[in-house]
C-alpha cells in the first residue's frame, strides 16, 4: 500500500502563485508514476501533470497550463510537487495528487491505484 498527502493549497487572487507537495509512504518501489489531477465542481476530474519518478522518461504536462504549472519530484523526501503560477479562476478546483504501478506513463484515471484526499486551490479574480 502507498499513501499520499497533499499540502499546499489556499485562496489566491488572479496572477497568485501555489504550491503544492504530495508526500509519499508505504511501498513506494511499488510505483513508477506520481501525477497531479483536479476536479472543479460539477467538472470530471482531469489529469494536469505526472512524471516517473525514477526518471527515464519525459514529464508530462496538460497543454491547459503548461505554460503556468511545473511538475517535479524530491525522491530523496518521495514528495511531489505541483508549481502554480499566473493562476486563474479557472484552476479553481480539488487538486489531488494520485501514483501507479509500472513503468508506462498515463493520466488515465483507473491506471491509478494510489489516491489522496485532494487539496482545495480556490483562485478569485
Known amino acids: 500500500q502507498v499513501q499520499l498527502v497533499e499540502s499546499g493549497g489556499g485562496s489566491v487572487q488572479t496572477g497568485g502563485s501555489l504550491r503544492l507537495s504530495c508526500k509519499a509512504s508505504g511501498d513506494i518501489d511499488s510505483i513508477g508514476w506520481m501525477s497531479w489531477f483536479r476536479q472543479a465542481p460539477g467538472k470530471e476530474r482531469e489529469g494536469v501533470a505526472s512524471?516517473?519518478?525514477?526518471?527515464?522518461?519525459?514529464?508530462y504536462t496538460a497543454s491547459s497550463v503548461k505554460d503556468r504549472f511545473i511538475v517535479s519530484h524530491d525522491s530523496a523526501k518521495n514528495t511531489l510537487f505541483l508549481e502554480m503560477n499566473s493562476l486563474k479562476p479557472e484552476d479553481t478546483a480539488m487538486y489531488y495528487c494520485?501514483?501507479?504501478?509500472?513503468?508506462?506513463?498515463?493520466?488515465?484515471?483507473?491506471?491509478?491505484?494510489?489516491w489522496g484526499q485532494g487539496t482545495q486551490v480556490t483562485v478569485s479574480s
Open positions: 494520485a501514483a501507479k504501478r509500472g513503468r508506462d506513463g498515463s493520466m488515465a484515471l483507473n491506471e491509478h491505484r494510489y
Open positions: 512524471l516517473p519518478i525514477r526518471g527515464g522518461r519525459e514529464p
